[in-house]
């Protein structure tokens, strides 16, 4: 990469912060230049913002026919899938998928509801809401 | 109040060692500090997932950069992680009142003053603390040009996340002053470790092999994928390559300007020459990225033969590059001696 080649790029991704990143200049010496991003990282990145983005929206729906728990809308709202959310609380994934059913999620004992609104970093009673 | 200097740069643990380097009297470059801990690489592991998706690695695993730059000079590092959060914390505010900038790992997700759109649950990103107000820290962060403070409660809880590549707390420093030394006997070794480990990999994951079989797994793609499915898979591609540690096919870029740093240092043509071969590379890495995010968002075709073969041109380059390297150790210093790299693992 030259430091002629750095897309001047108005990043929705990096909110104004600038990067660091190495680069030829015009003597053919590598010198650290700031870059605004460019388009396939901001693509990428942003891609992965609206996936959690839509799981949510689409999370809120199943919750409103009865078919989803609170607590998977806030798995997506911290951006957590079942694996990262099961390694945080330290319970097997099986138990969960369990509690992320609306029917186990129900029977959550108050120890491990306060279990996983820790993780989550949020108030126990919190756990129920979900706008 | 120390008088910390914040270093903005490429890469969170390259530039974490470099700056804790400057603090205690080395000014080493970023660059040499990626290159000399042998940072470069390439891993692609089906089997360790990150939001579903296969792991793609440009760089040495997390955590080996400053371990291995600790081995080739020497350093004075102490390492310490933790059981418990509170002696986690005991130990760093002791450290700080010291007057010791304290580098640390921590979960990228729970650090607020990241922006929004970046904080994902990684959980191996390095920063350096230098200083304590109450309850609060100040932070040198060098993903970012400025410094930032942040509260006791969010550091503790970034520091002390669970799950893959859980930091357990772990805090790094340098117990005393180092004088700069002259590392032009280390920087053939140097190359040398990274040029055996892309070339002859111990696992067929790992170095051109690992490229090959990314290649292979984006021939696999088909219309039995679902479009929404396949086009994740590219963009997190993309996403580990361009917007995870640093910008831009950025390690090719670190390590060609350690290459060019080095050659000046050794006074070597041939080494300077290597640089601009690399920085061609990194610019088809930019390529590839460029590809994958236009098939993605559907402005192109979606080609699985095509990605392949850029796959494969970009282990078939890496190959000739690496093994023109490797034979150009055996001329600098420290080339001719077996060196026990095989321990360094």
């Known amino acids: 990469m030259r430091t002629t080649e750095l897309e001047t790029l108005d990043s929705t991704l990096l909110s104004g912060q600038r990067r660091v990143v190495y680069a030829l200049n015009e003597a053919g010496q590598y010198q650290a230049v700031h870059s605004a991003g460019w388009e396939p990282e901001e693509q990428a990145g942003l891609d992965e913002v609206a996936w959690f983005h839509h799981l949510q929206t689409e999370c809120k729906a199943r919750i409103q026919q009865g078919l989803d728990s609170p607590l998977r809308y806030h798995m997506y709202r911290l951006r957590l899938d079942e694996s990262l959310l099961a390694e945080a609380v330290g319970l097997w994934s099986w138990r969960v998928k369990r509690h992320l059913q609306p029917k186990g999620f129900a029977k959550l004992s108050p120890a491990l509801r306060a279990r996983y609104a820790q993780v989550l970093g949020m108030q126990a009673q919190d756990l129920d809401s979900y706008d | ?345």
């Not at chain 2, 080493?28 to 990150?50: D, Q, R, T, W």
């Not at chain 2, 390690?251 to 640089?275: D, I, M, N, T, V």
């Not at chain 2, 690496?322 to 055996?330: E, H, I, K, P, V």
């Open chain 2, 1 to 345: 109040m120390i008088d910390f200097k914040h270093r903005q740069g490429s890469h969170c643990e390259s530039s974490a060692a470099a700056s804790l380097l400057a603090h205690h009297g080395w000014p080493l470059s970023e660059a040499m500090c990626f290159g000399l801990a042998a940072g470069l690489s390439f891993s692609y592991l089906p089997f360790v997932k990150i939001y579903g998706m296969p792991l793609v690695a440009y760089r040495a695993l997390p955590g080996r950069i400053i371990a291995r730059l600790q081995r080739r000079l020497r350093l004075p590092l102490q390492m310490q992680q933790f059981t418990s959060s509170v002696a986690g914390q005991v130990r760093l505010d002791a450290l700080l009142a010291q007057g010791q900038p304290v580098g640390l790992q921590a979960c990228i997700y729970w650090l607020p003053y990241i922006p929004e759109n970046l904080r994902f649950h990684f959980n191996a990103h390095n920063l350096i603390v230098y200083e304590q107000h109450g309850d609060s820290y100040t932070v040198s962060d060098s993903v970012f040009e400025e410094t930032h403070s942040i509260a006791r409660d969010d550091l503790q809880r970034a520091r002390f996340v669970r799950g893959k590549l859980a930091p357990k707390g772990r805090l790094f420093y340098l117990s005393r002053d180092v004088a700069a030394q002259d590392v032009c006997d280390q920087i053939g070794p140097a190359i040398k470790q990274v040029a055996k480990e892309m070339l002859q990999p111990v696992l067929p994951w790992i170095g051109v092999k690992g490229i090959r079989f990314l290649g292979k797994k984006l021939r696999e793609l088909d219309e039995k994928n679902s479009p929404r499915d396949t086009a994740r898979l590219l963009l997190h591609i993309v996403r580990m390559q361009e917007v995870i540690g640093t910008g831009g096919a950025g390690f090719r870029f670190l390590y060609a300007a350690f290459l060019q740093e080095s050659a000046q240092c050794l006074q070597s043509e041939l080494l300077a020459q290597k640089a601009i071969e690399l920085t061609e590379i990194g610019d088809d890495w930019r390529q590839f990225a460029s590809e994958l995010a236009r098939m993605a968002k559907g402005r192109a075709p979606l080609s699985p033969r095509t990605l392949q073969e850029t796959a494969n041109h970009l282990a078939a380059q890496e190959t000739r590059f690496f093994r023109a390297l490797l034979a150009l150790t055996a001329q600098l210093p420290g080339g001719q001696q077996q060196h026990a790299d095989a321990k360094d693992r």
